[in-house]
């Protein structure tokens, strides 16, 4: 039995995924399904699984949707049968769940972050970069299915630390951001950045010098207030949640 289907004519190639006989089907053409399976005991059938070589556009319109099409099966090279086939157009989605955590009210959803999308290092446009609301979230749909790709903080709000850049699977069903099946879901936490400024300044001007120190927890030198000086200022900015040290030295 020899099988022949016309795929739907997008602009993209389709190629074949799995079959129930290795290596009977085969697309030429970019759309032209042709399987020979060989004899088929009575009642039996045969199942080929096939997708498009590149996604569909983000966000098409396209995802969701059966693509109906004609069959055509000659069985024996005699009988010659048309029958309906249809494919389902599955796209994935990615959900990006922003939070900072916030003194006495734990994780909170954080709005104005912005994110992109990259595939093979390229940006995935569109939709381009997706900011977050005030529910913290920011969605992408219209992806292959189980693919792999990297997502990066483009945008970073004023105040907080960015995100490092994660990979990514888009859901391996279909999902979109309106609601329609699960999409894969990447929570993603900014911390909230807190600006040091330390002055000493002598009652009597000019009659003490004086320096500032800082270190981190791990000793490490973060900030000081260079050679003896009436006053004596540091200024530290972008500190994260954490404990600090600072020496003062007084006119030694």
């Known amino acids: 039995m020899t099988i022949d289907d016309e795929l739907p004519n997008t602009v993209l190639d389709w190629e074949v995924v799995s079959e129930d006989i290795v290596g009977a089907c085969s697309v030429t053409g970019g759309n032209s399904l042709h399987c020979d399976v060989g004899d088929l005991a009575p009642s039996s059938s045969f199942s080929v699984r096939v997708q498009i070589t590149e996604p569909i556009a983000l966000g098409s319109e396209r995802c969701g949707e059966t693509l109906d099409n004609t069959v055509f099966a000659d069985a024996d090279n005699a009988d010659e049968v048309d029958d309906d086939a249809s494919i389902s157009v599955i796209c994935g989605a990615i959900q990006v769940n922003k939070f900072t955590k916030v003194p006495g009210n734990g994780d909170q959803p954080l709005s104005g972050a912005g994110f992109t999308l990259f595939d093979n290092g390229n940006a995935i446009d569109p939709p381009g970069e997706v900011t977050t609301g005030a529910d913290g979230i920011a969605c992408f749909d219209g992806l292959p299915v189980d693919t792999e790709f990297r997502l990066s ?27 329609e099946g699960m999409p894969t879901m990447v929570d993603v936490e900014n911390i909230p950045l807190t600006d040091f400024t330390g002055t ?10 004086s320096t ?4 981190d927890d791990q000793g490490t030198p973060i900030g000081d207030s260079g050679p003896f000086a009436d006053p004596a200022t540091v200024n530290i900015t972008d500190l994260e949640p954490g404990t600090y040290e600072c020496t003062l030295v007084i006119d030694p």
Request: glycine residues 10%.
């Open 153 to 179: 903080e483009t945008t970073v709000p004023a105040g907080y630390t960015g995100a490092a850049d994660q990979q990514v699977t888009s859901s391996a069903e279909n999902a979109d951001c309106a609601g």
């Open 200 to 209: 000493l300044t002598a009652q009597v001007p000019g009659a003490t010098n």
């Open 212 to 215: 500032i120190e800082c270190v």
